[in-house]
């Protein structure tokens, strides 16, 4: 696994580009940048990425004020990705394989990463999703197939809003009555919060919980007694995104897949995977 220094350059991205969401004045952005590079330099580099972004936001947020910079990108994904929906429901019903179909959707909604890019358009977004079923997908499908067969309690970790409408897709064909959704316990970057879950109606058709957390990604030893619980019990754990992935790969659930867009050469590197596949990939064990 690559280490935490591969992502300054992301990260310096990212405090501008939160900055400028809370405020127009530039002086107050080299002010922010300025005394976050001089925080990130005293940093212990050996923390996970995820790890790492939650202490920078935090941060910014106690510079800036702003508690929720990404709000309005979050509402607009939101409805961008709802009105996308429709069409997309039907063409997963007409499938042949709805369970591939819907995941590959779901990881093709995996573009909406405003961590990963600061500019998203529509067209962005509606190519991802038209050339979904093109993608290559990496990954055991067989194992995925019989493990979301024989699971009776699954976790989703979902990532971000705007792409969670898309897991919607993927959760239908999971089935009602086993599947827990968690989100993000507070908001950071554009990751979805309970706001974002219930946008998207998944508070209809799954139990959503979220973890306690405000980090990008899931830290199970900052995650809540509940979460840890739910995690712990789980028969399957489907999670999404690049975070999710940099901070659960090779932990003690073996039977969790993760699902992502391959959206940056330093997680191709680590997932030994071409840029911009769609991974469905199972946990390897740390032991």
């Not at 840890?228 to 992935?245: T, V, W």
Request: charged share 25%; with cysteine.
């Amino acid at each position: 696994m690559h280490t935490s220094l591969d992502w300054i350059p992301c990260f310096v991205r990212q405090t501008l580009d939160a900055c400028r969401r809370s405020s127009d004045d530039p002086a107050i952005h080299e002010q922010v940048l300025r005394e976050v590079l001089q925080w990130i330099s005293e940093m212990d580099l050996s923390l996970s990425p995820p790890a790492l972004a939650q202490r920078i936001h935090r941060r910014l947020r106690e510079i800036t004020g702003d508690e929720n910079p990404y709000e309005k990108d979050k509402a607009a994904h939101n409805q961008l990705a709802l009105g996308f929906l429709p069409p997309l429901e039907k063409k997963v019903q007409a499938s042949g394989d709805p369970l591939i179909e819907a995941t590959q959707l779901a990881i093709a909604g995996n573009i909406i990463d405003l961590g990963a890019k600061s500019g998203l358009s529509e067209s962005d977004v509606l190519a991802a999703l038209e050339h979904a079923a093109n993608v290559d997908l990496t990954g055991d499908l067989d194992a995925y197939r019989a493990a979301v067969s024989s699971a009776k309690r699954i976790l989703y970790l979902a990532d971000n809003a705007g792409e969670i409408i898309f897991d919607r897709l993927l959760i239908e064909q999971l089935g009602e009555g086993r599947v827990t959704v968690a989100v993000r316990g507070q908001p950071i970057i554009n990751d979805a919060t309970r706001i974002d879950a219930q946008t998207a109606g998944l508070d209809r058709i799954a139990t959503v919980i979220d973890n306690g957390s405000d980090a990008p990604g899931t830290l199970l030893a900052e995650c809540s007694e509940s979460f840890q619980r739910c995690f712990d019990e789980a028969d399957l754990i489907i999670s999404k995104g690049q975070g999710n992935y940099e901070s659960l790969s090779g932990c003690s659930h073996s039977n969790i897949f993760f699902l992502f867009k391959v959206k940056c050469p330093v997680v191709a590197e680590s997932a030994q995977i071409p840029l911009g596949s769609h991974a469905l990939l199972q946990n390897q064990q740390v032991l």
